[in-house]
């Protein structure tokens, strides 16, 4: 805008984002509702780096030595835990917010390179179920489609008391995506704008969670490992609490974690960065003796292996995946990039998920457009996409002199910045300065 | 799960005060709904009691259960001689649950379909989330009752407390004596012959002979809350 003319000055404070949201809400006194996640800068495991091998520690060699990438979440009371062969789980996505065809592509993607999917805030499809050999299914505040035949269907329970997008907030699904197969799943009238319920119905605070599960366990014969979802709040006292309550496994998903619909002010300012958020459910669990008994899954803006590597070097057991999974599928495809300014947006900008007019056809339940997903080829393109990952953590554990990559550990690491040296607790890099902890 | 008298012979009693609550649990289960009936001694207050059946057996519960007594509750008819915890029924399918006694909070919340009937009263949130089962409590109901409740009936001899049926879809309310408040676009409404109709039916259903259907007045949605707009602030 200032290229031609320099003595034109946008202002920081208000750019022209800025104003063009002051504007709409002027216009349309409606708060913008939006999908995606945090789209501003924040703290990432971008700030870290792994110090690699060197005279202290000898490297593995790539593709010849062994490094092992499976892991088992629920050993902590479930009969029948479930095993992965990557550390990576595709999050938690509603049918209704997403296309039957993006759920199943999802189901093959995942069950291609051996690890699981998870329902959503809206109950369990055939499609999904049928397509998953690993099925995670959500409890939610909603209880939309809850039924106790597709608990005993699952391979996994997860409790979820909120995600990183929206920690304290409800489910969403603008009536442009209330279809009636899914109104009718969720027992709700066709059309309408619902909004799911924020906190659960019938239990709140650790103590009665604590009965809760043991309801569940009992309904399912103690054979279902049980997790709890937490969006990045208090992660300390959160992971704390969940272990209390009885959980097998925590998921803490932070700020950056996408979502299909919610407030923008909700996305941008509620919640702390992933990065912040592992290190403190590590610490909790550590000072409970708990780390690698109560597995921790951390999701939220996860992108490549090297995110994958940082996270399970900083404590975590596997990672969680929403938006780079859609990603793989399709979303955002530049191939679309005509009809994505029709509707304006642009390829690689496309956040309107709440909409259920995606180009792509993964965010919406209009039939012509889901149509364009093609579920094989889809999910054929996230296994590769998850394999890749899979590799990169492999090579960045193997350069630390790792045969299994859960032998990645914060000594492995340093900090770029003097924040991402403090939120993660490794030392800034080219010294042994960890903010906060001494000297 | 060994049968002990008193009682008929083709009555299974269990009792908590020896037997392990997921042994309990289980043998409810697997039950055969062919078999006779079972009784359940010595709840004192044990939670998820009950939870989970899958068939038409009878379950009678000698005492005060817990949370979630009968919770995702398919086919059986469970009875309660006594008060029942937190979330009683909850989820229920189909199926019967009756408690003789009074109710905590969220009873029946989320039930998918079947019977409740609480002989008593019931605390805060009777019916929340409800997704269309139905429930006739004979004394009065706490505040935010039905709350969110998408489908499904619920029909209350007493009073109501404040805030009743806040931000209702398509559940309808009967209550008989007063309301303290309604909520969030929960409205009175008309009482047409299919609504009479379906209260005699659910009066006969729960029980309550000789109760007419004199006093009651309905409840429903205003669908005014159904869209987002601007203007409905005032609302929230
Ligand atoms: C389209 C979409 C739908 C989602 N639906 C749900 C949901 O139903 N339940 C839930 O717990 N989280 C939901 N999430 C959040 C994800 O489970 C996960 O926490 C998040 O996507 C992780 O962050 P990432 O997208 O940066 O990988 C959804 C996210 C997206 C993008």
Redesign the pocket.
């Known amino acids: 805008m200032t290229d031609d003319n320099w003595g034109l000055r946008e202002s920081y404070s208000f750019d022209r984002h800025t104003i063009h949201e002051i504007r709409r809400a002027a216009n349309t006194g409606l708060y913008r509702i939006r999908?995606?996640?945090a789209k501003r800068k924040l703290p990432t495991f971008d700030d870290l780096v792994f110090l690699g091998a060197s005279v202290s520690r000898y490297p593995l060699e790539g593709y010849r030595e062994a490094c092992d990438t499976g892991v088992t979440l629920g050993t902590r009371y479930a009969k029948k835990p479930i095993e992965l062969k990557i550390p990576i789980t595709i999050?938690?996505?509603?049918f209704g917010?997403?296309s039957a065809q993006a759920k199943e592509a999802l189901g093959r993607g995942a069950s291609e390179v051996g690890t699981s999917t998870?329902t959503?805030?809206?109950g369990m499809t055939q499609e999904e179920r049928g397509h998953s050999t690993q099925l995670v299914y959500?409890y939610?505040p909603s209880r939309y489609g809850m039924n106790p035949n597709d608990l005993r269907q699952a391979d996994a329970i997860e409790i979820?008391v909120g995600?990183?997008?929206k920690p304290g907030g409800g489910?969403m699904l603008l009536g442009q995506k209330i279809t009636e197969r899914v109104a009718e799943m969720r027992t709700l009238p066709e059309g309408i704008d619902q909004r799911s319920a924020c906190r659960h119905p019938d239990w709140t605070g650790p103590d009665d969670l604590t009965i809760k599960i043991r309801e569940l366990r009992e309904i399912t014969n103690w054979e279902k490992p049980i997790y709890i979802?937490c969006g990045a709040a208090r992660p300390y006292y959160d992971t704390m609490l969940a272990v209390k309550a009885g959980a097998d496994v925590v998921v803490i998903?932070g700020m950056?974690?996408?979502?299909?619909a919610t407030q923008d002010c909700f996305i941008e300012h509620v919640g702390i960065p992933t990065l912040a958020a592992v290190r403190e459910a590590v610490r909790a669990l550590k000072e409970i003796d708990m780390h690698r008994k109560v597995q921790l899954v951390v999701?939220?803006?996860?992108r490549s292996g090297a995110d994958v590597a940082k996270a399970l070097a900083m404590g975590a057991d596997a990672v969680?995946?929403?938006?780079?999974a859609?990603i793989a599928l399709g979303d955002n495809d530049p191939h679309y990039e005509d009809e994505y300014r029709k509707i304006g947006s642009s390829a690689g900008c496309y956040e309107d998920?709440q909409a259920g007019n995606d180009p792509a056809g993964i965010?919406t339940q209009d039939p012509e457009l889901s149509k364009r997903l093609d579920p094989v080829k889809a999910g054929h393109r996230l296994a590769n996409y998850l394999r890749v990952l899979t590799l990169e953590v492999q090579t960045l554990a193997r350069a630390n002199g790792k045969s299994d990559v859960h032998n990645l550990e914060p000594e492995d690491l340093a900090a770029l910045t003097v924040e991402a040296a403090a939120m993660a607790g490794v030392p800034l890099a080219g010294t042994s300065w960890i903010p906060g902890q001494g000297v | 799960m060994t049968a002990v008298a008193p009682g008929p012979a083709n009555i299974t009693v269990m009792d908590l005060a020896r037997d392990d609550l997921s042994q309990v649990n289980q043998d409810l289960q697997k039950a055969d709904p062919r078999g006779g009936p079972f009784r359940v001694l010595n709840p004192r207050g044990a939670h998820a009691l009950a939870c989970g059946l899958t068939s038409g057996i009878d379950v009678e519960i000698e005492g005060h259960t817990g949370y979630y007594c009968a919770g995702m509750n398919q086919a059986a008819r469970v009875t309660v001689s006594g008060n029942a915890g937190v979330g009683v029924a909850e989820n229920m399918m189909s199926g019967e649950v009756w408690v003789k006694g009074d109710a905590s909070q969220s009873a029946g919340a989320t039930a998918h379909g079947g019977l409740l009937v609480v002989e008593g009263n019931t605390a805060a949130r009777c019916g929340i989330s409800l997704k269309g089962a139905d429930i006739v409590v004979k004394g009065d109901v706490g505040h935010m009752s039905m709350f969110l409740a998408q489908a499904g009936r619920l029909v209350v001899l007493g009073d109501a407390g404040d805030s009743l049926g806040d931000s209702i879809y398509e559940a309808r309310i009967y209550v008989r004596g007063k309301v303290a408040s309604l909520g969030a676009d929960c409205i009175e409404k008309e009482m047409r012959e299919e609504h009479r109709t379906e209260l005699r039916d659910l009066l006969e259903r729960a029980g309550c002979d000789g109760v007419g259907l004199d006093g009651f007045r309905r409840y429903g949605s205003a669908r005014q809350l159904y869209h987002f707009k601007a203007e409905n602030l005032d609302s929230y």
């Open positions: 999908g995606w996640g999050a938690g996505m509603s917010s997403l998870t959503g805030d809206g959500q939610l979820v995600q990183g997008a489910g979802k998903d950056q974690g996408g979502t299909a999701g939220g803006g996860i969680s995946i929403g938006t780079a859609l998920f965010t």
